[in-house]
């Protein structure tokens, strides 16, 4: 069963940092485009990132461009989300997820998701 499971999450000062990450398993990890979706408290659901199967493309919300940094080491079966310059606007819940498809399908396809982990941007 396809299993991903977020960490790094927590309470931080407004201009802080943190490093998220997300293992996953059971499926074929190198062969899936990732995304970072997050759900702030009170709103819907928002994309924030997404990087390609080897890491060598990646795209990020408007939000948090130059801000965040998606990447991942397929060695480690292993996604992150580096933050920096963190605002009460970046509180949510941040969520790893797994394309639909293997390679994808050329557009945004989200698949399976993980079980989120709670960042709090407060002074």
């Known amino acids: 069963q396809v299993q991903l499971v977020e960490s790094g999450g927590g309470l931080v000062q407004p201009g802080g940092s943190l490093r998220l990450s997300c293992a996953a398993s059971?499926?074929?990890?190198?062969?899936?485009?990732m995304y970072w979706v997050r759900q702030a408290p009170g709103k819907g659901l928002e994309w924030v990132s997404t990087?390609?199967?080897?890491?060598?493309?990646?795209s990020a919300a408007d939000s948090v461009k130059g801000r965040f940094t998606i990447s991942r080491d397929n060695a480690k079966n292993t996604l992150y989300l580096q933050m920096y310059s963190l605002t009460s606007e970046d509180t949510a819940v941040y969520y790893c997820?797994?394309?639909?498809?293997?390679?994808?399908?050329?557009?945004?396809?989200?698949?399976?998701w993980g079980q989120g982990t709670q960042v709090t941007v407060s002074s």
């Open positions: 997820v797994k394309d639909l498809s293997d390679y994808g399908l050329g557009y945004p396809a989200f698949g399976s």
């Open positions: 059971g499926f074929t990890f190198r062969s899936y485009w």
């Open positions: 990087i390609n199967f080897n890491g060598d493309s990646t």
